[in-house]
């Protein structure tokens, strides 16, 4: 099992607007997709596209929080829901051209205890052989250092922990020492030299958009450029990377190897308009280089 934990879910609408305006200026979106979000629900939508078994674990309150639910449920997604005090968030993308809006939500408040149950729960289900991604952001009412919580209580318990966040919760849960740690350049530099260098995750990826990934490992630093691309939406590539590597990784193929294939998913990634949706031939690609069958 892949266990894709978001503590912040939404329900993700992307809109690309007409380039005509309606009357008095207002703006028509040509076309609407809109699909259960979240970074971590990004990550499990992208797994289970890669056949692989994901649960997505999240806080949820609210008719928009169920309809998250139902959507990862329709998706093949397996759900862990525990309860927000408010309403799932919703955040929207406007496509207006070339140029791209995002409008996040700032998410329901959260009771610390609400978040601890759930933490146990996933505790009680996960099994030693099971894969977790810890992603996204962290709703209000939560203590400041809760990822790194989550990356110390689960880790001992998995086969491995990957993490995706920015900010100082990205630094507290770094130095909690994940497996792997997804920054992109930008989340990357704002950590710091003293914590890029301290005692960390045993691999960084960090992604680089159209430029591709650099990782490391044991100090040493690998390049892999991402195939050219005609990007529809960059919206969610990280996720796809990071969904890409992690089914990877549980079809038994090294980190490079995984690493190397996540680019690939991330880059079919956004030449799709939908978040975290890959066109049929990458997940076939994906699986000819890994001699698997898609499923
Ligand atoms: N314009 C692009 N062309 C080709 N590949 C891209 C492009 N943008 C992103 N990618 C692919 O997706 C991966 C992740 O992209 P990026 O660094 O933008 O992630 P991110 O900033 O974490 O995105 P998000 O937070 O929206 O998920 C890259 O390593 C690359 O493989
Ligand atoms: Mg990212």
Redesign the pocket.
């Known amino acids: 099992m892949i266990w894709c934990v978001g503590l912040n879910p939404a329900w993700d609408v992307v809109m690309g607007l007409d380039p005509a305006r309606g009357p008095e200026g207002v703006r028509v979106a040509a076309w609407t997709e809109a699909t259960p979000g979240g970074?971590a629900n990004n990550v499990a939508r992208v797994v289970r596209q890669l056949g692989q078994p994901a649960t997505a674990v999240g806080l949820y309150g609210g008719a928009v929080g169920e309809l998250v639910q139902q959507g990862l449920r329709e998706a093949g997604v397996h759900v862990l829901a525990g309860v927000a005090e408010g309403a799932t968030r919703i955040c929207l993308t406007e496509l207006d051209g070339p140029r791209r809006r995002e409008v996040r939500g700032r998410g329901p408040e959260v009771h610390p205890s609400q978040a601890d149950a759930l933490l146990q729960r996933v505790l009680a289900a996960a099994q030693s052989n099971d894969l977790v991604a810890l992603s996204g952001s962290v709703p209000p009412g939560l203590a400041p250092g809760v990822l790194a919580q989550w990356v110390a209580a689960l880790k001992p318990h998995v086969r491995f922990m990957a993490l995706d966040a920015a900010g100082d919760e990205l630094a507290a849960a770094w130095q909690a020492a994940p497996d792997l740690a997804v920054p992109?350049l930008a989340e990357y530099r704002a950590l710091g030299r003293s914590i890029r260098v301290g005692a960390g995750p045993r691999w960084v990826a960090v992604?680089?958009?159209?430029a591709?990934?650099s990782w490391r490992e044991r100090g040493r630093w690998h390049r892999i450029p991402?195939p050219p691309?005609t990007?529809a939406n960059?919206?969610?590539?990280?996720?796809?990377?990071l969904g890409g590597v992690l089914a990877a990784l549980a079809l038994g193929a090294p980190m490079a190897d995984a690493l190397a294939l996540g680019?690939g998913i991330?880059?079919a990634s956004?030449a799709t308009r939908g978040v975290g949706v890959l066109p049929v031939e990458a997940v076939q690609q994906f699986h000819t280089a890994l001699g698997t069958a898609p499923s």
């Open positions: 970074k992109n992604t680089r958009g159209r591709g990934l991402a691309a990007p960059a919206t969610g590539a990280g996720d796809a990377l680019v991330g880059t956004v």
